[in-house]
């Protein structure tokens, strides 16, 4: 049939068949790649008007939630209650990793003084450097995503939870006068969307389902809650960020995610949790630095194997 | 969700499977085999299991159990009399060379 194929005059012209073989580098997987690179031809220059000490602060708070939450979720690699769930929980710790290695490489470069210092002449890259070599006081994230990571319930509240909060970043992120940070939540909105509703769905699946469930659910529910308030409070630099047109205030999304859950809470028939919100210690929280003590944990097993070897090629 | 079928409780979500068509491809393939609790929750496992090297735009799913297929014990009486008959292939005859796409 080859032969045949080819010594036919029309092959040359090009014909409609053409597109089935995978042509360029990808030919050995089943049906082609072509993965796109999500800041090829991205403006990575500062925007006039954005303190670039501002601009990497953004980026570290954004990023280390993404991190920390990545971690959570890759805690349920080869233990999630069956193979489907445990890919489905791997490929979104994936996405919020992707995420957060853009967002902290937009940190470093937008303010290198915010890189750890290293031996002289290690290979470790600047995100890298960030995310393994950092102390816990210089993680920006909000606590709701280092806290334990629970049972699967625990998990899939948690993640709903963040993740209606950070697509309604994201949405208004993609409009950011600072390219980078445009093009990051423009590619993370599809991400993020998936993960609210695997999320969303699983809630409402395990709210609705036996006792067992709902009660695991419901408790997973009020022991989050707490720290939901502190995702809708403003640091300094997120304002600045904002009137600068280049982030958002956090606080001006509160309305929307909030309709978002009461809805999906209404379908798994919860109420919201009436307890008060975690205080901070000074009126700081996690974006200042303050964490839980779950968290120095999390750096420990997160960071050791990179801080043994800070001249490592990975 | 999609759809509620009246059936007991079982130990094990029901097997799926699954077929994905490529960017570039016409047709859906066959690419594996999944377990889920209903047709929405499959196409979502579909989804994370065999769409995340980027390989699929479209994707079917189909319960393991509503699929028809025909026994080996058949195999003979069903594809072994066109086996002798080459002269179903549309080989004998000559094709013009102004002829695309052939």
């Known amino acids: 049939m080859n032969q045949t194929h080819d010594a036919n005059p029309a092959h040359e012209a090009g014909s409609v068949y053409d597109g089935l073989l995978a042509g360029e580098a990808d030919g050995h997987w089943a049906f082609g790649t072509s993965f796109e690179d999500p800041l090829a031809g991205v403006d990575t220059t500062v925007p006039e008007g954005v303190d670039p000490g501002d601009l990497a602060g953004y980026c570290l708070m954004l990023g280390d939630d993404a991190l920390v939450l990545s971690h959570r979720l890759t805690e349920w690699c080869s233990n999630a209650p069956d193979l489907e769930e445990d890919v489905a929980l791997a490929n979104i710790a994936l996405d919020l990793l992707g995420q957060a290695r853009l967002l902290l490489a937009r940190a470093a470069a937008a303010d290198p003084a915010v890189v750890p210092a290293l031996p002289d002449g290690s290979p470790v890259p600047p995100e890298d450097a960030l995310a393994f070599f950092r102390d816990e006081p210089h993680f920006r994230n909000v606590r709701l995503v280092e806290a334990p990571t629970g049972d699967f319930a625990a998990t899939v509240t948690r993640l709903f939870l963040c993740a209606c909060w950070r697509l309604a970043l994201l949405e208004r992120l993609a409009t950011s006068r600072d390219q980078v940070l445009a093009a990051v939540a423009a590619k993370g909105v599809t991400e993020v969307t998936y993960h609210r509703d695997y999320a969303a769905r699983w809630l409402v699946t395990l709210a609705q389902g036996t006792e067992e469930s709902r009660r695991r659910t419901s408790t997973a529910l009020a022991s989050l809650w707490p720290a939901v308030d502190e995702l809708f409070g403003s640091h300094g630099v997120e304002p600045r960020m904002a009137a600068a047109g280049a982030g958002v205030d956090p606080a001006t999304v509160r309305a929307d995610v909030d309709a978002v859950v009461d809805q999906v809470l209404a379908a798994a028939g919860l109420e919201r949790p009436q307890v008060p919100a975690m205080s901070g210690v000074r009126d700081r929280t996690g974006r200042d630095g303050l964490h839980t003590e779950a968290f120095g944990h999390l750096l420990a097993e997160m960071q050791a194997v990179a801080r043994a070897h800070p001249m490592g090629m990975w | ?102």
């Open chain 2, 1 to 102: 969700m999609s759809e509620v079928r009246a059936e007991p409780p079982q130990a094990q979500w029901p097997l799926y499977e699954v077929f994905v068509r490529g960017k570039r491809g016409l047709n859906h393939v066959h690419v594996g085999s999944l377990h889920a609790a209903d047709d929405q929750m499959a196409l979502r496992h579909a989804r994370d299991v065999y769409t995340r090297r980027n390989e699929g735009v479209s994707i079917w799913v189909v319960r393991s159990a509503d699929i028809t297929a025909s026994s080996p014990d058949e195999k003979d009486p069903l594809f072994a009399p066109s086996g002798d008959k080459v002269y179903r292939h549309p080989t004998f005859y000559d094709i013009p060379a102004d002829v695309p796409h052939m």
